[in-house]
């Protein structure tokens, strides 16, 4: 079973940057390789949202972002590290929440949600 760990959060100003990294464990680098990895968050009393997406290697690494980061947040994957980063500039403070980073079971989800890291809470002071 692969563990996910989220690390990098904390407190950031409104209109600063944070980054984020998630790391896969237990996986070998392929198996890594072939899922699609996401970022989600869930706000203080609010659902889950999904923020962002790669794709797998194979289909070419593809982003897709929520309409709210656009333009300002970043996903990228690190195979060889076996990392997915979330670069997130210009916060907003409704921004603060826990970020959690996701994982699907075959690279072919569209909401990768099978396997999910512990979460990072992200706080954003106005």
């Known amino acids: 079973q692969v563990q996910l760990a989220e690390s990098g959060g904390g407190f950031v100003q409104a209109g600063g940057s944070l980054r984020l990294s998630c790391k896969a464990s237990?996986?070998?680098?392929?198996?890594?390789?072939?899922?699609?990895l996401g970022w989600y968050r869930q706000a203080p009393g609010k659902e889950r949202e999904l923020v962002a997406t790669?794709?797998?290697?194979?289909?070419?690494?593809?982003?897709n972002y929520a309409d709210s980061v656009k333009g300002r947040f970043s996903i990228s994957r690190d195979n060889s590290r076996k990392t997915v980063y979330l670069q997130m500039n210009s916060r907003q403070p409704e921004e603060t929440a826990v970020y959690y980073c996701?994982?699907?079971?075959?690279?072919?989800?569209?909401?990768?949600?099978?396997?999910w890291g512990q979460g990072t809470q992200v706080t954003v002071s106005g």
């Open positions: 237990r996986w070998i680098t392929s198996t890594f390789n072939s899922r699609t």
């Open positions: 996701a994982a699907d079971r075959d690279g072919t989800s569209v909401e990768p949600n099978d396997f």
């Open positions: 790669v794709s797998a290697v194979r289909t070419g690494a593809r982003t």
